[in-house]
T-cell receptor
Framework: EAQVTQNPRYLITVTGKKLTVTCSQN?????MSWYRQDPGLGLRQIYY???????DKGDVPEGYKVSRKEKRNFPLILESPSPNQTSLYFC???????????FGPGTRLTVL | GENVEQHPSTLSVQEGDSAVIKCTYS??????FPWYKQELGKRPQLIID?????GEKKDQRIAVTLNKTAKHFSLHITETQPEDSAVYFC???????????????FGRGTQLTVWP
């Protein structure tokens, strides 16, 4: 089944404790991206990647890192999480920028 | 880079009425305009998209229109049903200044409520 998976789905952590949210797709998509969703602010892009080792910042990259070492995986890293990073995070993938984006199920992160 | 504005932020309609959501964009080079629907507690899913070489596209009860000159595009839902209640996002493709990579820019979303 074609899908985008994210793990974990829910995470409660404390300020400063490094964490990684994994994202994987099995559709051989070149384009992958991370979004955060907050009430009233819609979907804001954090980072995106056009292919392996090709990434760029989105609208809200501060406090986040990404890597794209393999085509199928695009992990989101929070080196030192802070409470303002409490949010719902979505990973998405597509063939390209001008193609349907398939979203993962979301990761709800709470930073205390 | 691109700037996408979406209106209204909330929209309530009676079942059977039509609903229209409008978006404007700033980058005349944008050429792809998708619409996503997000039901409560679910992930966003594409419902319709339009490319810049087309002025209108329909899929059953939903349609999208694009006016490239005015840089705006709209989602039209006819004969609305309670299951149409969701958040709808518009988006436009573009490129950030200083970057060679394309990306999607999303509007802030419209909460559509359809009352039975």
């Amino acid at each position: 089944e074609a899908q985008v998976t994210q793990n974990p789905r829910y995470l409660i952590t404390v300020t400063g404790k490094k964490l990684t949210v994994t994202c994987s797709q099995n559709m051989n998509h070149e384009y992958m991206s991370w979004y955060r969703q907050d009430p009233g602010l819609g979907l804001r892009q954090i980072y995106y990647s056009m292919n392996v080792e090709v990434t760029d910042k989105g609208d809200v990259p501060e406090g986040y890192k990404v890597s794209r070492k393999e085509k199928r995986n695009f992990p989101l890293i929070l080196e030192s999480p802070s409470p303002n990073q409490t949010s719902l995070y979505f990973c998405a993938s597509s063939l390209g920028t001008n193609n349907e984006q398939f979203f993962g199920p979301g990761t709800r992160l709470t930073v205390l | 880079g691109e700037n996408v504005e979406q209106h209204p932020s909330t929209l309530s309609v009676q079942e059977g009425d039509s609903a229209v959501i409008k978006c404007t964009y700033s980058d005349s080079a944008s050429n792809y305009f998708p619409w996503y629907k997000q039901e409560l507690g679910k992930r966003p899913q594409l419902i319709i998209d339009i490319r810049s070489n087309v002025g209108e596209k329909k899929d059953q009860r939903i349609a999208v229109t694009l006016n490239k000159t005015a840089k705006h595009f709209s989602l039209h839902i006819t004969e609305t049903q309670p299951e149409d209640s969701a958040v709808y996002f518009c988006a436009a493709s573009g490129t950030d200044r200083g970057s060679t990579l394309g990306r999607l820019y999303f509007g802030r979303g419209t909460q559509l409520t359809v009352w039975p």
